[in-house]
């Protein structure tokens, strides 16, 4: 009975020792399972990953609510986390954003409709829709007409009331009493 005993615990030295000889050797290497990528470059975007398709692009300046629910329609994707999207998906799925009309979406969709300067319907995005703004009030300040003098002043340009409103970081309206009521 003894001798059994000791033979058992003999084995289990070995299997013990050997187990540590193989850890001591060589490292096992452990899979490390897919990354989810966090974040996602889209038409000159950063996007967070985790958020559902229908709400990530509506990240990108110039992709607005309706389009992106449009553009989700359209491609048949479901609404899973964007980082779910393969890159053949992410490359579709932007090309639609950038290019709409190409892919049958509705005019009343576009953000540039009859554009001042060529007259077509155009879609900016991002840096694009940025550049053509600037541009845009830059040519009323140069023009020197009244929604121009009112950018270049820095005042509200549709109208809108300066007495009470807009006064953040200059003196517009009713001036204070230097030492209160009297």
């Not at 409709?113 to 007259?119: E, K, L, T």
Request: hydrophobic share 30%; net charge positive.
């Amino acid at each position: 009975m003894a001798d059994k005993k000791t033979q058992q615990l003999k084995k289990k030295e070995r299997t013990d020792t050997d187990q540590k000889k193989e850890k001591k050797g060589k490292p096992q290497k452990e899979q490390k399972p897919a990354r989810v990528k966090d974040i996602v470059r889209f038409a000159e975007t950063n996007i967070d990953g985790t958020k559902p398709v229908s709400q990530a692009i509506t990240a990108v300046s110039g992709v607005s609510d309706m389009l992106a629910n449009a553009i989700l329609t359209i491609s048949g994707f479901e609404n899973k986390p964007f980082s779910q999207l393969s890159e053949a998906d992410v490359a579709k799925l932007e090309d639609m954003a950038l290019h709409p009309d190409k892919h049958n979406l509705p005019s009343w969709l576009l953000n540039r409709r009859r554009d001042p300067s060529s007259g077509q319907e155009r879609h900016l995005v991002a840096s694009q829709l940025q550049f053509t703004r600037n541009m845009d009030v830059n040519a009323l300040k140069k023009q020197r007409c009244y929604r121009g003098i009112r950018h270049g002043a820095g005042l509200p340009v549709r109208g809108q009331r300066t007495r009470s409103s807009f006064r953040k970081g200059r003196a517009v309206g009713v001036k204070r009493v230097k030492g209160g009521k009297k």
